[in-house]
């Protein structure tokens, strides 16, 4: 064999093997769809971003970020998205009205009489202020289509009741001016103030007796929040602007006094500008992915300013976890342009000043959240050749194995409220989603019934 | 007269229900599997991540459907969708320019993977080679890697690369001469260092 044609032969080679990778079957899945998709793509995300915000035993709150495609999908695979009843629940018949009585964080709360939730629930977005106290954003089966629908929690996901919705869509983000309405997310700050979100914003300051559509002055209306958390009294929400940037408005929770940060996150050139906010007490991460890291902003001192994110040189995105208001991981999947492949831990001590790779390679693909409870403790939601799966670590990131089951479909939700209790939802594709809980610190996690 | 005009209408409707229909089959007969696999490999020596392959394969394919009416000869239908493949990377490398991301502006192609997944032990030198050709690859501007991949990877001949792409033959030429005298450079290298074969 001559030179010339050893050369080609392994020039051939190295790009076979560069361009191993078959199209993965979500690429299957959404080609497949295009036939039944007459709508133009939108200019801003299809992706629900959902997160838990935990509060709690001495850890300061935890927020997860993670992004799916597929409830989206998952939704309209469910027969359509149809308008919510007006001032309640479908199928909660009188559940919007109040009453007086006791909630041990206020006297000015409010009582919803629970009813049940209705049949066919799926969740979609979970918040939980205590071990008790939760709330799940989900569909329900009403009038043909599905509607958006609350469950209420005050025993730790044991019971659960139907309360009002926002009298809104379940919220889809893309797909048409149409289909850019609604909520797709849920925190609540305490007992009382709660926000649902994405792309619209509602707020109820009456334990969700009641919403009111909120509007951040300074944004136009239909700029999308895809992203909202709350700790240490403030609510903080990103919006997608028509300039092609992110806004950062923060409020007090009880106040929707709500003020834009001067500080911009710039989107990147992809096609799905994605947004990741993290507090703990009173700092906060913001992480800006469009297939890769891009900008970032952090809130020091009350005020939001651009600060540079870990993971910008990887060429992937990267999500972010806190365990306090100094301590933050990053989980950032190197990608195929860098080496080595494979999702990266990065942990920073200094409020996310500066990151140094720790641990091992998490055992995924591609990751979409990150739940950082403990120090010694990273759950991680993502795929890997398995499927979707959660995978934990209980030596900082040392060691990891699967805690759940690898399957079909996509992860709507990751965080922890307490060093011991976090929730996950998944997405399976189908059309139907499941709220998994742990209560031993991420080791094992079982689904959640309503 | 109402009644006539509606089933009119209906019947208008009946037909262009069947004609989506038998079109949506077509559609999904042309982009099936192997034509994805294949399109979603090109995208990713192109654009060296595996994500905007992704996504740039579901942007072609939309297109694609979008102007299903405009493939004349089903035949043709790989060429007709390679051209449309061939833009949709094109704006992709464009937008990243344009974008004030962490990207290069010229961005690589993917490292090689891990050598055990390229040869067995006993080919250390052709992992050695292999290695160099991706580093060199990764390194190519993104005119030169696309005709490098059109022309090694898609073995398009030197015509159908310039129908592709749509410039002349003696660019793609061109573009092939310096790319490939690039990655020989490399190769050579490489080979130096490695064990006599």
Redesign the interface.
Same mark, same amino acid.
């Given at each position: 064999m001559t030179g010339d044609e050893r050369f080609e032969r392994d020039l051939r080679a190295a790009l076979d093997d560069l361009a191993r990778e078959p199209a993965p079957e979500r690429l299957v899945d959404r080609v497949a769809g295009i036939p039944a998709q007459p709508a133009l793509a939108s200019s801003y995300p299809t992706r629900l971003r959902l997160a838990v915000r935990g509060v709690g035993s001495g850890l300061g709150l935890i927020a997860a970020g993670v992004a799916i495609a597929i409830l989206a999908v998952a939704i309209r695979q469910g027969g359509g998205v149809g308008p919510a009843p007006t001032g309640g629940p479908p199928g909660g018949g009188a559940g919007a009205s109040p009453a007086s009585g006791g909630s041990p964080t206020s006297s000015a709360s409010t009582v919803v009489h629970p009813s049940p939730v209705p049949a066919g629930f799926e969740p979609l977005s979970a918040t939980f202020v205590s071990v008790d106290d939760g709330w799940v954003l989900g569909s329900a089966p009403c009038g043909g289509g599905r509607c958006a629908a609350v469950a209420q929690t005050a025993d730790g996901g044991a019971t659960w009741s139907a309360v009002p919705a926002p009298a809104t869509s379940v919220g889809i983000l893309g797909g048409g001016a149409a289909a850019n309405a609604g909520v797709s997310s849920i925190r609540f700050a305490d007992r009382l103030n709660g926000w649902a979100f994405g792309p619209e914003l509602w707020a109820t300051h009456d334990g969700g007796a009641t919403w009111r559509r909120e509007a951040i002055s300074g944004l136009p209306a239909a700029a999308p929040v895809m992203a909202l958390e709350t700790a240490a009294g403030a609510v903080h929400a990103a919006a997608y602007d028509p300039a092609h940037d992110f806004r950062i408005a923060s409020a007090a929770i009880a106040a929707d006094d709500w003020r834009l940060a001067p500080a911009r996150v710039p989107v990147g050139a992809g096609p799905v500008p994605q947004i990741d906010l993290v507090l703990a007490g009173r700092a906060g991460w913001i992480v800006e992915n469009d297939r890769t890291v891009v900008a970032g902003a952090r809130l020091e001192a009350g005020a939001w300013r651009a600060w540079q994110p870990p993971c910008l040189d990887v060429v992937g995105p990267g999500v972010l976890a806190a365990a306090d208001e100094q301590t933050l991981v990053a989980a950032c999947a190197v990608g195929a342009m860098a080496e080595p492949q494979g999702v990266h831990l990065f942990e920073s001590t200094d409020a996310g000043t500066s990151f140094g790779e720790t641990g091992s390679r998490a055992p995924l693909d591609s990751v979409a959240g990150v739940a950082f409870p403990v120090h010694s403790t990273v759950v991680a939601a993502g795929e890997n050749r398995q499927g979707a799966v959660v995978v934990g670590s209980f030596d900082g990131g040392r060691t990891w194995r699967n805690v759940t089951p690898a399957g079909r479909g996509s992860f709507a939700d990751l965080g922890f409220t307490t060093a011991d209790q976090g929730i996950v939802i998944v997405a399976e594709g189908n059309g139907t989603s499941v709220l998994l809980m742990t209560r031993d610190g991420g080791q094992t996690w079982a689904p959640v019934g309503f | 007269m109402i009644e006539g005009r509606i089933e009119v209408a209906r019947i208008v409707r009946l037909a262009e229900d069947r004609r989506?229909a038998d079109?949506?089959r077509a !559609?999904?007969d042309l @982009?099936d599997?192997r034509s /994805?696999?294949r399109? &979603? =490999? &090109?995208a990713? *020596?192109v654009l060296? %991540?595996? +994500? $905007?392959a992704?996504?740039a394969?579901? $942007?072609a394919? *939309?297109t694609a459907?979008r102007r299903f009416s405009e493939l004349r000869e089903p035949d043709r239908f790989d060429a007709w969708f390679g051209r449309i493949l061939v833009n949709v990377c094109r704006d992709?490398l464009r937008?990243?320019r344009?974008?004030?991301? %962490? /990207?290069d502006a010229d961005?690589? @192609?993917?490292? +090689?993977?891990?050598h055990a997944?390229?040869a067995a032990p006993d080919e250390t030198d $052709?992992v050695a080679?292999?290695d160099a050709?991706?580093t060199a /690859? =990764?390194s190519l501007s993104a005119d030169h890697r696309e005709v @490098? +991949?059109l022309r !090694? &990877?898609l073995d398009l001949t030197v015509d159908q690369i310039a129908a592709r792409t749509g410039v002349g033959q003696g660019t793609v030429k061109s573009r092939l001469h310096y790319a490939i005298r690039h990655?020989?450079a490399a190769?050579d290298r490489a %080979?130096d260092r490695s064990p006599e074969?």
């Open positions: - | 989506d079109r949506a !559609f999904a @982009v599997r /994805l696999d399109a &979603y =490999r &090109y990713t *020596l060296g %991540s595996r +994500a $905007d992704e996504d394969t579901h $942007d394919a *939309l459907w992709r937008a990243r344009r974008a004030p991301a %962490s /990207l961005p690589p @192609v993917p490292t +090689a993977p891990a997944t390229l $052709d080679t292999r050709l991706a /690859l =990764r @490098v +991949a !090694f &990877y990655l020989r190769w %080979s074969r």
